[in-house]
């Protein structure tokens, strides 16, 4: 089982910025995917961007775009989502996630992931 810690939740003001981070266990090999999930009340959790370690690519949504940015420390086994130009309905519980050989046609799909983390909340005000 993996084991995904996520930090550096906050809260800022709409146009801000924040950097989550989350440790990831050592026994994942470059095999894993880590993906970043968003969870707001009343909506089902949905992908926000992911990063295939053994290549390094990344995959956003829609709304990530342009403003958020996933990397991978390997010395640290740590992976960062830089986000900026924070909106309100950035709004929630950031989870991040780790499945192994995930297809890359499906990496949004939270069903592909199979180790998860607590979560850290983000709160931007308008």
């Known amino acids: 089982q993996v084991r995904l810690t996520e930090s550096g939740g906050g809260s800022v003001q709409t146009g801000g910025s924040l950097t989550l981070s989350c440790a990831v266990s050592?026994?994942?090999?470059?095999?894993?995917?880590v993906a970043w999930f968003l969870e707001r009340p009343g909506k089902e959790r949905e992908a926000v961007a992911s990063?295939?370690?053994?290549?390094?690519?990344?995959f956003y949504a829609r709304s990530a775009q342009g403003r958020f940015a996933c990397s991978h420390e390997s010395t640290e086994n740590t992976v960062t989502l830089r986000m900026s130009d924070l909106k309100p309905e950035d709004t929630g519980v950031y989870l991040c996630?780790?499945?192994?050989?995930?297809?890359?046609?499906?990496?949004?799909?939270?069903?592909?992931?199979?180790?998860w983390g607590q979560g850290t909340q983000v709160t931007v005000s308008s």
């Open positions: 996630a780790a499945g192994r050989r995930v297809n890359g046609a499906l990496w949004y799909v939270r069903h592909v992931y199979d180790s």
């Open positions: 050592l026994n994942v090999g470059s095999d894993f995917t």
């Open positions: 990063i295939y370690l053994d290549s390094g690519r990344t």
